[in-house]
Structure formats: C-alpha cells, structure tokens
T-cell receptor
C-alpha cells in the first residue's frame, strides 16, 4: 500500500535556526515526491518536487529536500528559519506515470519562536 | 494570472442535504482534481477530471460525484451529507494528467450540522 509518514506532528524552531522535517514513504515503484506548505485557512503551495536526477532539489523560499532511495526518505531542510515559515508542511508521493494522484502525509506543524 | 478559484469559501449544511462546490482551474490547466482534508489530516484524493470525464477515483462512496465543463471548470457534489463529511475541500488543477505537481485553490470549508 502507498503511504507517507511524517513522524513529527509539531516542531518548534527558534527564528534563525536550521530546520529539518522528516518524511518517509512506502511505494511500489520509484515515485514522484513533493513538499507542500499550507498556511492557516489557505490551500497548499508547492515548495519543491523530485522527479529524477540530482537527489538534492531546491525549492522556493530557501527550502531544499534530499531524496534517499535506500531510506525511502525525502526530508525537507532550511538553513535559517524565518517567522513567516510558521505553517503546516505536507509531504506527498505520486506515480511517475499515468494519472496524477497524490498520497499525502498527515503533516507537520512548524512553530517559530522569537 | 488568476490561480485556482473555489466557491463558496465557507458553507454550513444539515445532515442529509446535498451540496455543490465549484472550481475554476488556473489558466492553461485542463485537469481538475478534488481532495478532502479533514481537520488535522492530510488531503485525501477524491477524483480527477480530464476531458469532461472522471479519470481516476479515490476511496470515496458514490455519494461523491463530480462534473467537468467544456471550459475545464468543475463541480463536486455530495449527496446525503453526513457529519463526517465536514472538511476542507480542495480543488487542484494541472496541465494534462501527468504527475508534475498541482496548483491548489484555497478550498471550501464545509461544516455539516
């Protein structure tokens, strides 16, 4: 079965500190991988995506993620967090062929302390 | 450039009623997908429409149905509403059916009382 696990429900980071959000997936084949961010009362915004090639991908707002096939992981990182990064972050996986359908994790809520 | 537009933004319905949610995709996008996001959960795939046909469906009962119009806009209909249908309903559009990433709307918050 396809699934995504985000083990951290909440994470609190001090402003200016580094951030890593964990994502592990279970998928039958090599999937496409995504990170989305959701601010309160808003839809989801795509931060970055991995399809193939270089396993370190860069996204918007200074975020990056690394695909590790051996660990079935796609962790999101940011070297210095800003207060505006406080939001809910979702990891998602989908097929690399055929119709698009994403399976999302349950999300990690990021709190940024001053 | 308008993104994905959903209406209404909020809705309160009574158990047993029917509801219709609407979505206009981003300009240039011809595929619309619908997701349900319950409180504290990640979005769950309901179905996808392309060329006015349902192409793929998630694990949702037949009470959930949809439609896509020639201008690519879409509707989500839910019949015989249950309390458990209370959620944020997200519309996502994309160019074509391939999995290259969506553009999401801000959603419709449905509350069933």
């Amino acid at each position: 079965a396809q699934s995504v696990t985000q083990p951290d429900i909440h994470i609190t980071v001090s402003e200016g500190a580094s951030l890593e959000l964990r994502c592990n997936y279970s998928y039958g084949a090599t999937p496409y991988l995504f990170w989305y961010v959701q601010s309160p009362g808003q839809g989801l915004q795509l931060l970055l995506k991995y399809f193939s090639g270089d396993t370190l991908v860069q996204g918007i707002k200074g975020f990056e993620a690394e695909f590790k096939r051996s660990q079935s992981s796609f962790n999101l990182r940011k070297p210095s967090v800003h207060w505006s990064d406080a939001a809910e972050y979702f990891c998602a996986v989908g097929p690399n062929t055929g119709f698009q359908k994403l399976v999302f994790g349950t999300g990690t809520r990021l709190l940024v302390s001053p | 450039d308008a993104g994905v537009t959903q209406s209404p933004t909020h809705l309160i319905k009574t158990r047993g009623q029917q509801v219709t949610l609407r979505c206009s995709p981003k300009s240039g996008h011809d595929t619309v997908s619908w997701y349900q996001q319950a409180l504290g959960q990640g979005p769950q795939f309901i179905f996808q429409y392309y060329e006015e046909e349902e192409r793929q469906r998630g694990n949702f009962p037949d009470r959930f149905s949809g439609h896509q119009f020639p201008n690519y806009s879409s509707e989500l209909n839910v019949n015989a509403l249950l309390l458990g249908d209370s959620a944020l309903y997200l519309c996502a559009s994309s160019p074509g059916t391939g999995n290259r990433g969506y553009t999401f709307g801000s959603g419709t918050r449905l509350t069933v009382v």
